[in-house]
């Protein structure tokens, strides 16, 4: 559990003030936009499939982007808006601290997907509700383009799949092949949009 956690409410409230939330542009995509933002996060549990059945698995590690992971990150954010998607941010005194992303694409057959590949909060604003913020815009995002699921491939760690499990997503009907290639132990996951 984080210190942001165990904030008196005065204090959250206070706090909620102070975050504000927006769609992003293109052009304001850039590695200066991330300076405040820190994606450390130490894994120690994770979800793993084995023999048909979902198990917790010890797979102590750290989560972290360099330089690189923050230029490749901001090529396919801008890309998502350059195409039609929605990247949707929040800021806490002007700082981004949590961003979400949408591609515009439809795919999945009769499942009606739509990737959110992105959603991330700074490790310093975790528990704040952040989070749940950004997932239920991109959720009416998607559902506003005509799309009855969205498609998340999500990081296996323990707390990340609780994120999700609250947030009402459920294992995949149909997974798509390309991120099961690109991340073999990430959870693939739908949430119905209705």
Excluded at 152 to 166: C, D, L, P, T
Excluded at 167 to 191: F, I, N, T, W
Aim: charged share 30%.
């Amino acid at each position: 559990m984080n210190d942001q956690s165990k904030m008196p409410c005065q204090d959250l409230k206070e706090d909620e003030k102070r975050i504000h939330y927006r769609e992003l542009r293109a052009d304001e995509i850039c590695r200066e936009l991330f300076a405040s933002f820190v994606r450390h996060q130490v894994v120690t549990k994770c979800r793993r499939r084995e023999n048909g059945e979902w198990t917790v698995k010890d797979d102590p590690f750290i989560d972290d982007w360099t330089e690189a992971d923050y230029h490749t990150l901001t090529a396919c954010l801008k890309n998502t808006v350059l195409t039609g998607g929605f990247v949707y941010a929040a800021f806490y005194d002007g700082k981004l601290k949590g961003f979400t992303s949408v591609e515009s694409t439809l795919f999945g057959g009769e499942q009606n997907y739509l990737d959110l590949t992105s959603i991330h909060v700074s490790e310093d604003m975790r528990g704040r509700g952040i989070g749940a913020a950004l997932f239920l815009a991109a959720k009416q995002w998607a559902k506003n383009q005509g799309a009855g699921k969205l498609y998340i491939s999500a990081h296996s760690a323990v707390e990340s799949q609780n994120f999700y499990q609250k947030m009402g997503c459920v294992e995949a009907e149909v997974y798509e092949q390309k991120h099961v290639e690109a991340e073999p132990y990430d959870c693939q996951l739908e949430c119905r949009l209705n």
